[in-house]
T-cell receptor, first 113, second 111 residues
Framework: EAQVTQNPRYLITVTGKKLTVTCSQN?????MSWYRQDPGLGLRQIYY???????DKGDVPEGYKVSRKEKRNFPLILESPSPNQTSLYFCASSPLLKSNEQFFGPGTRLTVL | QQPVQSPQAVILREGEDAVINCSSSKALYSVHWYRQKHGEAPVFLMI?????EQKGHDKISASFNEKKQQSSLYLTASQLSYSGTYFC????????????FGTGTKLQVIP
């Protein structure tokens, strides 16, 4: 089954404790992206990647890191989480062609205390 | 810059129609529409490309007005299953593959 998976689905942590949210897709997509969703603000892009070892900042990259060492995986790293990073996070993937459908993962709800 | 969606929320009775608008201040290459049900991931509905093409998806259709940099999503004869939050995403002319999403329109269909 074609899908995007994220782990963990729920996470409660404390300020400053490094964490990684994993994202994996099995559709051989070149393009992968991370979004955060906050009430009233919609989906905002954090980082995206057009292929292995090619990443770039989205609209709200501060406080986040990503890496793309394999085509299928695109982890999101919060090196020193803060309470303002409490949010619902989605990973998405699509073929690297302009104007393509994005396939979203199930989401990760993160709470930073 | 995020596109602007209107209305922010709407309540419909089954069978009624609704229109959701999405506008941008920048020249658009394409508009994407997604629906998100509560607690779930956004799901793709359709993409409209520059050229004013109107597309359909069952009883949900959309249009794209290049001159006004606007897109509208039309939901006709609404069903309970249409409830959710609708997001438009915009790609800008001359840009790389990057979709910027609006803040969403919450649609509730009641019996």
């Amino acid at each position: 089954e074609a899908q995007v998976t994220q782990n963990p689905r729920y996470l409660i942590t404390v300020t400053g404790k490094k964490l990684t949210v994993t994202c994996s897709q099995n559709m051989n997509h070149e393009y992968m992206s991370w979004y955060r969703q906050d009430p009233g603000l919609g989906l905002r892009q954090i980082y995206y990647s057009m292929n292995v070892e090619v990443t770039d900042k989205g609209d709200v990259p501060e406080g986040y890191k990503v890496s793309r060492k394999e085509k299928r995986n695109f982890p999101l790293i919060l090196e020193s989480p803060s309470p303002n990073q409490t949010s619902l996070y989605f990973c998405a993937s699509s073929p690297l062609l302009k104007s393509n459908e994005q396939f979203f993962g199930p989401g990760t709800r993160l709470t930073v205390l | 810059q995020q596109p602007v969606q209107s209305p922010q929320a709407v309540i419909l009775r089954e069978g009624e129609d609704a229109v959701i608008n999405c506008s941008s201040s920048k020249a658009l290459y394409s508009v994407h529409w997604y629906r998100q049900k509560h607690g779930e991931a956004p799901v793709f509905l359709m993409i409209l490309l520059k050229g004013g093409e109107q597309k359909g998806h069952d009883k949900i259709s959309a249009s794209f007005n290049e001159k006004k940099q606007q897109s509208s999503l039309y939901l006709t004869a609404s069903q309970l299953s249409y409830s959710g939050t609708y997001f438009c995403g915009t790609e800008y002319s001359g840009g790389y593959q990057k979709v910027t999403f609006g803040t969403g329109t919450k649609l509730q269909v009641i019996p």
